[in-house]
């Protein structure tokens, strides 16, 4: 919704997560804009959505900022990890015939098949991060849930979903990757789409105009929750992941799967479901002091649950979440471990 | 058959002569000027904006004259009250008639802020700095312009609060102030949609249905900036506002071609004279002192309806002065 609504009432600052740790003030952008004027601050918001979910006027921040930072250039220095994932965008961009079909998965797959599994930058992840954790085998994870719901999914060769560009106001870039992968997908002719990142989920449903179902897998799954039988024990706790929750509004279907474990037990964090905090970092933009401090944060409420494992649906919120956990030297001495909701799920599966 | 007077032949007052004719009641109503309509002839429209003010006074008017229990008495006042048994006997101004009543209906409204004594807002001195009231003679003539040179303003300031929540002139909130520049905003906007318009306020105060004014001001574009004009100067033909915006923390001159003064209002002049004849008590803010919600005053059969109690909106004045024809009916009945 429009942003003219705006009474200036400051709930969203208040309920800001990077107003904890930073002077960024959602309602005083808010009014610069409506005023013309400028000095905005363009980089700091995590786009969490949590200030939207409650502005009583109804004021759409998420795409507030998806328009100001629209062809606006942030400065290199403030993206982690020295932009590569950027450059890796470019390269996809300027070879756009590469399919790069993925490989290296264990399990059943089906190049004509009419439901696609797309594993999005994992890969990518586990070549660059080095986060004490690795993300190729959620793509592993995914094949043999899918497999045991009877699917042999289609491997897709896409670039990437372009999300981060997105959110970095890099409009061109995104629009390129967004025209590319909507003709792949078309010429692929598949019906269904599956990813196992919020990231991409969210980019994929809202962000594109695609002729076809676009479900995280968690969502794929809950259909034949029936035939899945997990054992396990252990207590976990689940972080919302802002893709997924707030900007897509699945909160139960990832909880629906983890009751379906025996022997695990789920205890919900301080602040969940629509009231959940980013985990700190959103599209690479300044993995810095204030960012950690959020991220330490997310992992206290964690551990104060009493839950051995942190589970996410989301590749990004794992790879920021196990990088703090595994920081060296630490930050902090974490006892919990960080793990995706798929590799959780596949581990278990009878 | 027990009267009935009705000071005062504003909206109130004609609402409550028509009400108290409908309880089977005998009305004299009093009016100071030579027509009927007190303060609602000034205005365009009733807000939210829908509704032409002078054709809801047209209809009244028509329904005044069509009950042959109500006698309107113009360019009439009251010389001398006495207390009688049974009410009261009231002598009018001019030509030495009386009345002999069996209840009073005070609807005697209010007197709009004079804003010559703000001095810095300027006005009598800048040309281009107008009341509310002037910018809605000119929303009549579908012409919204520059008294200086005739010419349509771009850029528009209201000013809120002007007469009201200041211990330097009244302490009060109007209750409407905020609603009919939002109301008078959205009408030049129609007339001109390329003015660029700016409301500066403190709090912005649409209460009872009117909420969805402000929310539809800020959809059409009218910029709200907290502050609160501290001078206006003239240069060129262009008037410059001094202000802070207190939600950014900057000071600005912020330029306009034509400003609106919001007014609030303050007692009707005629109010403290007519408080000693009656022996009425007056509020700290000076409006008729009502004892007991809604409309009773401390003198048996004496009622007070509308803004001559307070500032208030058209549609509660409305309410107000039936509810005052409900108790004046009550009072007779009961007293028989």
């Known amino acids: 919704m429009s942003i003219y609504t705006c009474y200036q009432c400051g709930l969203c600052t208040g309920i800001c997560p990077k107003r904890l740790v930073t002077r960024y003030s959602p309602r005083g952008d808010l009014e610069r804009t409506l005023l013309a004027k400028d000095g905005l601050d363009l980089w700091s918001c995590l786009t969490c959505g949590l200030c939207s979910h409650y502005c009583p006027q109804g004021v759409g921040y998420l795409d507030f900022m998806k328009e100001v930072r629209n062809h606006k250039k942030v400065d290199q220095d403030t993206i982690a990890h020295k932009s590569v994932f950027n450059l890796i965008s470019q390269l996809m961009i300027q070879h756009p015939e590469k399919s790069g079909v993925p490989t290296g998965f264990v399990g059943e797959s089906d190049p004509k098949g009419l439901i696609g599994y797309f594993p999005g930058c994992i890969d990518f992840l586990d070549s660059f991060l080095e986060v004490g954790t690795f993300f190729h085998p959620i793509g592993d994870a995914a094949l043999k849930l899918l497999n045991k719901v009877g699917v042999t999914p289609r491997l897709m060769g896409l670039k990437c979903c372009g999300h981060d560009e997105l959110w970095q106001g890099n409009q061109d870039a995104f629009e390129r990757l967004r025209d590319l992968n909507t003709r792949s997908l078309k010429e692929s002719g598949i019906k269904t789409l599956i990813t196992t990142c919020a990231e991409c989920t969210r980019t994929f449903a809202i962000d594109y105009s695609l002729d076809l179902e676009v479900l995280h897998i968690s969502q794929f799954l809950e259909k034949s929750l029936g035939t899945l039988n997990f054992k396990g024990e252990g207590t976990v706790t689940y972080h919302d992941p802002c893709r997924l929750g707030r900007h897509m509004g699945v909160y139960d279907i990832p909880r629906n799967l983890i009751a379906r474990v025996k022997g695990a037990n789920l205890v919900e964090l301080e602040n969940t479901r629509e009231d959940c905090q980013c985990c700190g970092v959103s599209a690479w933009l300044g993995c810095c002091t204030e960012s950690k401090a959020l991220l330490v944060n997310k992992l206290d409420e964690a551990e104060s649950t009493g839950a051995a494992t942190l589970l996410t649906t989301c590749t990004k919120c794992l790879a920021h979440l196990s990088c703090v956990v595994h920081e060296k030297p630490p930050l902090k001495e974490f006892k919990i471990t960080v793990q995706d909701l798929t590799i959780f799920l596949a581990e278990r599966l009878v | ?336």
């Open chain 2, 1 to 336: 058959m027990d009267r009935v007077l009705v000071i005062g032949g504003g909206i109130t007052g004609i609402q409550a002569s028509l009400d108290l004719s409908q309880l089977g009641l005998s009305v004299t109503l009093l009016e100071k000027e030579s027509v009927l309509g007190g303060n609602l002839r000034k205005l365009d429209t009733l807000f939210p904006g829908e509704e032409s003010a002078d054709e809801l006074l047209t209809l009244k008017r028509s329904h005044i004259e069509g009950s042959k229990n109500i006698m309107v008495k113009t360019n009439s006042g009251i010389e001398k009250v006495e207390s009688r048994p049974c009410g009261y006997k009231v002598s009018l101004t001019g030509n030495g008639t009386s009345v002999e009543v069996g209840a009073v209906v005070i609807a005697t409204g209010f007197d709009p802020f004079a804003p010559g004594p703000i001095e810095e807002y300027g006005y009598g001195r800048l040309k281009d700095v107008v009341t509310a009231l002037e910018l809605e003679e000119m929303l009549k003539g579908k012409k919204v312009v520059r008294p200086s040179d005739g010419v349509i303003p771009k850029k528009i300031s209201f000013l809120q609060c002007v007469g009201s929540r200041d211990r330097k002139t009244n302490r009060y909130c109007s209750c409407f102030c905020c609603t009919y520049a939002i109301k008078e905003a959205l009408a030049i906007k129609k007339l001109t949609p390329q003015s660029e318009i700016a409301i500066m306020y403190m709090d912005i105060r649409t209460p009872y249905l009117y909420e969805h004014l402000y929310t539809e001001a800020r959809e059409n574009g009218i910029t709200f900036i907290r502050s609160r004009v501290s001078g206006i100067s003239e240069k060129g033909g262009l008037l410059k506002l001094d202000i802070e915006n207190t939600l950014t923390r900057e000071s600005e001159s912020f330029p306009s071609e034509l400003v609106i003064l919001s007014i609030g209002g303050v007692p009707s002049g005629s109010t403290p004279k007519l408080a000693d004849q009656f022996g009425l008590p007056l509020s700290d803010q000076g409006f008729f002192r009502v004892e007991e919600a809604p409309v009773k005053t401390s003198a048996e059969g004496v009622f007070v309806a509308g803004a001559a109690g307070g500032l208030k909106d058209i549609h509660s004045c409305l309410a107000e002065a039936s509810a005052s024809a409900l108790y004046v009916s009550t009072f007779l009945s009961e007293r028989k």
